[in-house]
């Protein structure tokens, strides 16, 4: 039987997870015929010793490679895939039962090229609360409560953790390996892949993945700062989106005044436990540090950008087309 699906996972030290995640694959439920390429990202916590000696009841192919970041990983794993249409998945993030299949009746019901977007929501076991929920549905991690039309997505809403589309698309148009880390890199791609490739975006609620990831405040405020930095990087690469990064003609906007960021800091944190929304203290508190890591990569923003060797498409500075 044709491979119809290849689900590709970078990983890097999420051997706490990927066992799960790699058991929900093997537990798909009339799934099409799929396989599995995972890929580790230079761990350091045994999971390449994991990955050779486990069986989870699936074929699985594994590549190894230096740590590079999530996306030189998934270039590796676009080269070995076979399926005609690339799923990627977290590994952190387990699929509900019927994922795959829902990716793939998703795709019969819409016309090609299109992606599709899957609904990534926090993992049972995790303690929910306020702040979860709204980095969650907010925009900030992710943003499904601002989804309008499910049947047009803006690009900003292709999240690697959960899409799938055609292995086509992905030969045209590559992960670009400048960004080392998770920030702004799947963005990037579903810019480049609408503009270029005329790939609509769709998105499909019932196809679920579990997010298990803990994320205190104090981590999501270094998370703002690093995805901050990495914009200035986007931005140099395509500066007609400087405007949608938070960047203006002469750079990033002032920072506010840090009298009243302790106070908002101390307020978030002293309720981050406690059952009580506080969207507005969240949303200026996380824009902060945004627009702080702004000015650290604005500062840098002369240093020479590395060639990107797996997307030759796009050089410095170069707009969509």
């Known amino acids: 039987m044709a491979t119809e699906f290849s689900v590709v996972i970078p990983t890097y030290n999420r051997l706490d997870v990927l066992p799960e995640v790699i058991q929900a694959l ?59 249409l690339v799923a990627f998945l977290g590994d952190d993030t387990v699929p509900a039962p019927d994922w795959l299949a829902t990716h ?4 019969r019901e819409r016309r090609a090229p299109c992606a599709v ?17 709204f980095i969650n549905e907010k ?8 989804i309008t039309n499910r049947e047009d997505v803006p690009f900003n809403f292709f999240y690697s953790s959960n899409v799938s589309l055609p292995r086509e698309l992905l ?30 975006l769709a998105y499909c609620p019932e196809a679920v993945a579990a997010h298990d990831h803990a994320t205190p405040l104090q981590r999501f405020i270094a998370r703002q700062e690093m995805v901050g930095y990495f914009a200035v990087l986007f931005a140099r ?15 990033p906007p002032p920072l506010p005044a840090r009298g009243r960021q302790l106070v908002r800091e101390w307020t978030a944190r002293r309720a981050e436990s406690l059952p009580i929304p506080m ?26 950008l590395a060639k990107d060797t797996r997307n030759t498409q796009i050089a410095v500075g170069d707009s969509a087309r």
């Open 237 to 251: 690469i395509h500066p007609e989106l400087r405007g949608f990064l938070g960047l203006g003609p002469g750079g």
């Open 171 to 200: 030969q045209a148009e590559r992960f670009d390996e400048r960004f080392p880390r998770p920030a702004w890199e799947d963005t990037e791609l579903g810019y480049r892949l609408k503009r270029r490739q005329g790939m609509h």
């Open 279 to 304: 969207p507005g203290v969240w949303k200026k508190l996380l824009r902060y540090h945004y627009v702080s890591g702004l000015h650290r990569g604005w500062a840098e923003r002369d240093r020479p």
């Open 26 to 84: 093997a537990g798909q439920r009339e799934a099409p015929a799929f396989e599995l390429i995972v890929v580790d990202d230079g761990s350091s916590d045994g999971t390449a010793d994991w990955l050779k000696r486990s069986s989870p009841g699936l074929p699985v192919r594994v590549v190894t490679q230096p740590n590079r970041g999530p996306a030189a990983a998934r270039n590796q794993g676009i080269d070995l895939a076979k399926g005609r």
């Open 104 to 107: 793939a009746r998703a795709h």
């Open 139 to 146: 925009g900030l991690q992710f943003g499904y409560a601002l």
């Open 117 to 133: 977007v899957g609904y990534t929501r926090w993992h049972p076991r995790m303690r929910l609360n306020p702040f979860l929920r």
